[in-house]
Nanobody
Framework: QVQLVESGGGLVQPGGSLRLSCAAS????????IGWFRQAPGKEREGISC????????YYKGSVKGRFTISRDNTKNTVYLQMNDLKPEDTAVYYC??????????????????WGQGTQVTVSA
């Protein structure tokens, strides 16, 4: 059974950093595409980064490029989202999602099949 569990959210001041974790069980991450999404109150869920399975190719939404980094630790079967220089507009619930496809990934929520429960990130002074 595919399961994803996010952690690492919290309250941080503008300019600060957080590292989100997405721990996977029931499958091997290196054979799946992984996406990070976020949803702020009253807004649609948006894709911010993804990592393909075997190739390890990464993609980022323009507004987070250069500030966020997605990575994977196959030994821990965990994907990370390092978030630096956080801004108030980054405040949202962050989700990881996966799809059983070896090559490629998309920043579209409809591409993914399984989702974690989300972790809250609040950026405020």
């Amino acid at each position: 059974q595919v399961q994803l569990v996010e952690s690492g959210g919290g309250l941080v001041q503008p300019g600060g950093s957080l590292r989100l974790s997405c721990a996977a069980s029931g499958f091997n991450l290196d054979k799946y595409a992984i996406g990070w999404f976020r949803q702020a109150p009253g807004k649609e869920r948006e894709g911010i980064s993804c990592l393909s399975g075997s190739e390890g190719t990464t993609y980022y939404k323009g507004s987070v490029k250069g500030r966020f980094t997605i990575s994977r630790d196959n030994t821990k079967n965990t994907v990370y989202l390092q978030m630096n220089d956080l801004k108030p507009e980054d405040t949202a619930v962050y989700y990881c999602a996966t799809k059983a496809v070896i090559a490629g990934c998309l920043l579209s929520w409809s591409f993914y099949d399984d989702w974690g429960q989300g972790t809250q990130v609040t950026v405020s002074a």
